[in-house]
């Protein structure tokens, strides 16, 4: 089982920056791939970063160049760095962990990230 609590959302004005946090416990060998997904209302949950235990990394295409993923694996967590923040990035930002035994993916509860114009 792995839980994952996340951290850094919260309200911003365009332009801004905010810095999300995630961190896994429980019991697990190691975990593979960390990332980040989000929900804006009335839309399906997308991929926003990925990163892979060694340093791999996956954007979606509307983020790239303005957030970085990155990761601790000494501390199991997963970092987002958001930057030049657009009102379209407003949704529930949900972090994701896969193990490597067993391989399926775990949530956390989501944070709320809000950006006004």
């Known amino acids: 089982q792995v839980q994952l609590v996340e951290s850094g959302g919260g309200l911003v004005q365009a332009g801004g920056s905010l810095r999300l946090s995630c961190a896994a416990s429980?019991?697990?060998?190691?975990?593979?791939?960390m990332g980040w997904y989000r929900q804006a209302p009335g839309k399906q949950r997308e991929l926003v970063a990925l990163?892979?235990?060694?340093?791999?990394?996956n954007y979606a295409d509307s983020v790239k160049d303005r957030f970085t993923v990155s990761r601790d694996n000494t501390k199991n967590t997963v970092y987002l760095q958001m930057n030049s923040l657009k009102p379209e990035d407003t949704a529930v930002y949900y972090c994701?962990?896969?193990?490597?035994?067993?391989?399926?993916?775990?949530w956390g509860q989501g944070t709320q990230v809000t950006v006004s114009s």
């Open positions: 994701a962990a896969r193990p490597f035994i067993p391989s399926i993916d775990y």
């Open positions: 990163i892979t235990r060694g340093g791999s990394t």
């Open positions: 429980g019991t697990f060998f190691a975990i593979n791939t």
